[in-house]
């Protein structure tokens, strides 16, 4: 077991706060644990959307759940949406005698439901599987090549953390996107998600992927839109302004965990993944996400214009600017691109990140900081701080 004692307080923060705590998070990353983890101890009662005892016992929801008092959790929301009006109705009661803790595996933008019925009264907890903070700084490499998904990165060895992640894939898109609704061939999304995993840390063309799948580039950006929605994929946006020079508008993909990337990529080892052309965009991804959890992923971009310089990572916190560049060396430089985006943006500072552990400074307003420390060095500048209370509402 790895323990999660900051997003446990985070959740059970927001279930004072908030009559609707959502718990967001792919499949397998760990939610129900977490769930059940908060319930221990309470007054509370629990429903499994993928138990069919559960699925009989809400058939008539209103009935079910009126007489519940404490704490109502609800596994696999996103099962059965038609629940939402009623959690509404429930929730709007004064005083209201319980509060409702859901789980879903696709964002309320793939399952239609919880954002409408719920509006004003769901505050939403993003989740994915562990990260350097919950497994610490020695578990680096494992995490790094596993992934942070709880069975693939607590397997007793390398090949069956791998055989995990294949399966899971194929899982996936046979059965679990079905429950979702989503009928769309399974093998046309995994020739996407593998496409994907090739542009992991590229600006994405959607034309130029339906070219080489077939497909228009509607349908690709569609199939593109689904895997972003389940939580697998992510679009990380780009930053633009007036500035007097032609930015990217185009997002960035990342195959979002790690170890799925290099499932899809066939890297079954750490001397596979040193050996990859990969290498450098499977890093920059793995940083990207660590900061995207420090940070809020409403708070982070890039940032490149069609002249060539470019920012990794643009974040904003505390009303100013802070750049992060990622690089897999052990001794990164100033380059030009960070010069540029330090004039350009106005940036507070910007952070070079590398694997070691070493902090020194590289010029004005640019240090170098290795992964370990790197979420040291946010708080230090208040980028996290609004986190544990944060309260999200859809409107």
């Known amino acids: 077991m790895v323990e999660r004692p900051e997003l446990r307080a985070r959740v059970e ?15 397998q990353c760990g939610k129900t644990t977490l769930a059940r983890a ?3 101890g309470r007054r509370a009662e629990l429903f499994d959307l993928e138990d069919p005892v559960s699925r009989r016992r809400l058939e008539s929801p209103m009935t079910a759940l009126e007489t519940l008092r404490g704490l109502v959790v609800i596994d696999e929301a996103q099962l059965a949406p038609e629940l939402m009006p009623v959690i509404r109705v429930l929730v709007d ?5 319980a509060r409702f803790l859901l789980t879903g595996s696709a964002s309320p933008d793939l399952v239609r439901g919880a954002s409408e019925s719920l509006a004003g009264r769901v505050a939403f907890v993003p989740m994915a599987g562990f990260d350097l903070s919950e497994v610490g700084a020695a578990s680096l490499r494992r995490l790094w090549l596993r992934g942070g998904l709880p069975r693939s990165y607590l397997a007793r060895s390398e090949a069956d953390s791998f055989r995990w992640r294949e399966d899971f894939v194929t899982t996936f898109l046979e059965r679990d996107l079905r429950r979702f609704g989503v009928l769309l061939s399974p093998q046309a999304l995994r020739r996407l998600w593998s496409m994907v995993a090739h ?4 600006q994405w063309n959607a034309s130029e992927v339906g070219r080489s799948l077939g497909e228009a580039h509607t349908t690709v950006k569609r199939h593109l839109d689904v ?5 697998v994929v992510r679009q990380l946006q780009p930053w633009f302004e007036n500035l007097g020079k032609r930015q990217v508008k185009s997002p960035k993909v990342y195959i979002r965990d790690s170890g799925l990337l290099h499932a899809l990529l066939g890297l079954g080892t750490f001397s596979a993944l040193e050996g990859s052309p990969r290498l450098g965009a499977s890093w920059e991804g793995f940083v ?11 708070n982070v971009y890039f940032w490149a214009t069609q002249a060539g310089a470019e920012l990794d990572l643009l974040v904003l916190a505390g ?3 802070w750049g992060i560049e990622v690089k897999y060396s052990d001794a990164p430089a100033v380059t030009k691109s ?6 350009d943006l106005d940036l507070a500072h910007l952070w070079v990140v590398h694997p070691g552990s070493a902090r020194y400074p590289l010029d004005e307003k640019i240090d170098a900081v290795g992964i370990r420390e790197l979420g040291a060095t946010l708080r230090a500048v208040g980028i996290g701080d609004h986190l544990p209370g944060e309260r999200r509402r859809q409107r």
């Open 93 to 97: 009661r004064r005083p209201a005698p």
């Open 288 to 298: 990207v996400e660590e900061v995207i959890r420090a940070a809020g992923e409403r």
């Open 338 to 343: 960070m010069r540029v985006a330090l004039a």
């Open 199 to 202: 542009y992991h840390g590229q």
């Open 13 to 27: 923060h927001l279930l004072r706060q908030s009559p609707v705590v959502s718990l967001l998070g792919p499949r």
């Open 38 to 40: 908060v319930a221990r």
């Open 227 to 231: 895997l972003t929605g389940a939580l």
């Open 319 to 321: 009303g100013r600017r």
